[in-house]
């Protein structure tokens, strides 16, 4: 391309395959859309210098695409080549997706980029004059699968296109949820489902026969809830563990076996289908196999490890739960001989509120690693919530492809490109953001982190970075400073509600609320694939809906309120449950120190040991207070404890994983044994290895 004149062609079989023929259209649109000029996609030699896609590049690049794939691969074997020569461009791949990935890395060094799905993240230089130098280049990537798909019903507007920018070849093996209905079936034959039984195993086989005889690939992962053994017989094979992160039963050792034998039976039968099962290892099945066993060949494992800290890279050794997952990891990774898909989740952060939420600080410390483990890669679940994960899956897609890339330099290119004469504030604003979650100590994965994370300064700094960018006009520009707007008065609205909340103002922090869910619905008008709850339902407390309705209900209770707690409580931890036996609750002394009570107790203190805890408020109280007094918690975690003066009046159930509760998390109690003067209210709540504490501050009412 030259001032603006075509010299070139593309060149692509006239039945070329999906990606292939798309490869050589992008191609042509691309330069169009940087040069102004076109050019055309043809099935034959013509004058000019070619630029030649997919399988008429082939057979010139082969030494080199074998000479970089991988050899003993399981799915897929991914690679690429390009060569640029006197003859012309050359661009092709090991198979149809990788024909694009050709073309993609060709224009990504044309300075080509897709942050984002759609054109709203296109980000393409504009030239007259576009050359290509001397090229040899072949590369095959270390992780077969890489990949996202869109849960929550939402917005699949650019996906593929997307995707396919950013390499990933969205491979993947069956892992739904899926073993039920056959478990079911099997109780009814055999009267009941024993995982651990050799005639389960075979059932199970006969009622998949026939689509592994036919090389369909199918799942028998455990359904979407903790799963309980049927028998002794399951638990011994099980080694009676339990999982400290769930709180249940492990049954990792007797699903493996089972999946085993099913293969066993089914690999006998039909010896020449290329089938592979998937499971997810999942709740129960996080932890690996403790026993000896080694994974049948057709089995490939989704690990799902849902419950462990998202915010932390394993390679840092303060964070003692990543490194958990480390070792679960690895366990997974010998059992499977490297057939482990890693199943996470993008957002981390699921039951949230709209607001950034990046990972890529995490993945990149990791991926390295994880291609050490040789592991097949990547089937992340995200619900392309951009709002929520923005720059997130163009660097899964890049650090998938290439483990190598420098994610510092890629930032630096990024806000010029993305943002133009905003790129200064904007960096500063990002880069907030970005260091606010890379030095978190928070390792829960849910919204009552937020104030955490977001504390009204750092909210108050990044508007101030917006508030430089009010000058630019230009139409792609502004169009991404509004949405960084929307994404900010979000951020600005909900952290708002949550001050007043913590002063006991739920009128303040009900108009709070609404208004930036109003701002929400600006953002989502803009963009569906934005947000995704148009599409789910919101339903309860645990959705920023419901907790607006929930603050709105504690709003009635204000006229009738005596007394708003501070935020602050004295607190002393008991992780070896000494308090009770030693008085803690009719004691003033001992080492009580200050804790918030509009936070979660391990985001204020990280060291925080699973055990007790014991909460105390020293509260003055006239004589014509005391009748019908209550305490109400508005947030109150876990299992917990009412004493009143030293003595025990109430006790609040609570099951041990917060998800599992009603996530108003209230306790209403009623007070017994006050008097006039000082009275010491002491709560002594269970302390799990999750969340625990308070993070809404209670008050003292009379109905």
């Known amino acids: 391309m030259e001032n603006g004149q075509a010299r070139a062609y593309v060149l692509v079989r006239a039945d070329a395959g999906e990606w292939e023929k798309r490869a050589a259209q992008d191609l042509s649109a691309t330069v169009a859309k940087m040069t102004g000029a076109t050019l055309p996609v043809v099935h034959q030699k013509q004058a000019g210098i070619p630029i030649v896609v997919g399988q008429l590049a082939a057979t010139r690049l082969a030494p080199r695409l074998q000479a970089v794939a991988k050899k003993n691969w399981v799915l897929r074997a991914d690679a690429i080549a390009l060569e640029c020569s006197s003859e012309g461009i050359y661009l092709a791949g090991s198979n149809d997706d990788s024909h694009y990935f050709a073309a993609a890395e060709l224009m990504r060094r044309w300075g080509c980029r897709w942050y984002l799905p759609t054109d709203f993240g296109e980000c393409l230089p504009h030239q007259t004059t576009l050359a290509q130098g001397p090229l040899n280049y072949a590369y095959a990537p270390p992780f077969e699968v890489r990949g996202y798909w869109i849960s929550w019903n939402g917005d699949t507007t650019g996906y593929p296109e997307f995707a396919h920018r950013n390499f990933m070849n969205c491979e993947r093996v069956p892992s739904g949820h899926a073993i039920g209905p056959y478990v079911e079936q099997i109780s009814k034959k055999l009267g009941k489902f024993e995982v651990s039984s050799p005639a389960a195993a075979t059932a199970m086989a006969d009622l998949v026969a026939a689509d592994y005889a036919a090389g369909k690939s199918f799942s028998l992962s455990m359904e ?49 289908s290329a089938a592979r099962i998937g499971f997810l290892a999942y709740i129960n099945l996080t932890l690996p196999p403790q026993r000896q066993i080694t994974a049948k060949e057709p089995l490939v494992a989704y690990l799902a490890a849902i419950d462990t800290d998202p915010n932390h890279p394993f390679s840092d050794p303060r964070w003692s739960w990543r490194q958990d997952y480390l070792g679960a990891l690895r366990g997974w990774t010998r059992a499977m001989q490297g057939r482990v898909v890693i199943y996470d989740y993008d957002q981390s952060m699921l039951v949230w509120r709209d607001l950034p939420n990046p990972s890529h600080q995490v993945l990149q410390a990791e991926i390295k690693e994880y291609a050490r483990l040789g592991i097949l890669g990547f089937g992340t679940e995200s619900r392309n919530a951009l709002a929520t994960t923005f720059l997130n899956l163009y660097f899964r897609g890049q650090l998938y492809w290439n483990p190598n890339l420098d994610v510092a330099s890629e930032l630096k290119e990024f806000y010029p490109r993305f943002f133009g004469p905003a790129a200064v504030p904007m960096e500063s604003y990002w880069s907030a953001i970005y260091r606010s979650w890379s030095q978190t100590h928070v390792t829960e994965h849910e919204f009552f982190v937020i104030p955490a994370i977001y504390p009204r300064e750092l909210v108050e700094r990044l508007g101030e970075d917006l508030a430089r960018t009010r000058g630019v006009q230009e139409k792609t ?20 509600m949550l001050s007043e909340v913590s002063q006991g103002n739920y009128g303040a922090a009900v108009k709070a609320g609404e208004e930036a869910l109003a701002v929400r619905e600006q953002l989502t008008a803009s963009g569906g694939i934005f947000t995704t709850y148009k599409n789910f339902p919101e339903t309860g407390p645990a959705f920023w809906p419901g907790e607006v309705e929930l603050l709105r209900k504690l709003a009635t209770f204000v006229r009738k309120r005596i007394r708003q707690s501070p935020v602050l409580w004295d607190y002393r931890p008991d992780p070896d449950d000494h308090g009770i036996w030693q008085d803690w609750a009719g004691q003033q002394a001992g080492p009580w120190t200050p804790v918030r009570t509009d936070l979660y107790l391990q985001a204020q203190l990280p060291e925080t040991r699973p055990g007790f805890g014991w909460f105390r408020w020293n509260v003055t109280l006239k004589a014509e207070e005391l009748a019908g007094l209550r305490l109400y918690f508005p947030g109150l975690l876990s299992e917990s404890w009412l004493y009143v003066n030293g003595k025990l009046v109430e006790h609040r159930p609570q099951k041990e994983l917060w ?14 044994g006050l008097h006039p003067g000082v009275n010491s209210l002491v709560v002594r709540t269970r302390v799990p290895l999750h969340l625990a504490g308070m993070f809404r501050p209670p008050f003292l009412y009379i109905p």
């Open 224 to 272: 979407d809830a903790s799963v309980a053994s049927t028998s002794d017989q399951d638990k011994d094979l099980a080694g009676r563990l339990r999982d400290k992160y769930f709180g249940t039963e492990v049954l990792s050792d007797a699903y493996l076996t089972f999946y085993n034998r099913v293969c066993e039976q089914l690999v006998k039968r039909y010896p020449k």
């Open 659 to 672: 998800w599992l509760n009603d996530y108003a998390f209230s306790w209403d109690a009623p007070l017994q």
């Open 477 to 496: 520009y502004r169009a991404r400073l509004d949405f960084v707007q929307r994404s900010w008065g979000i951020l600005d609205g909900y952290t708002r």
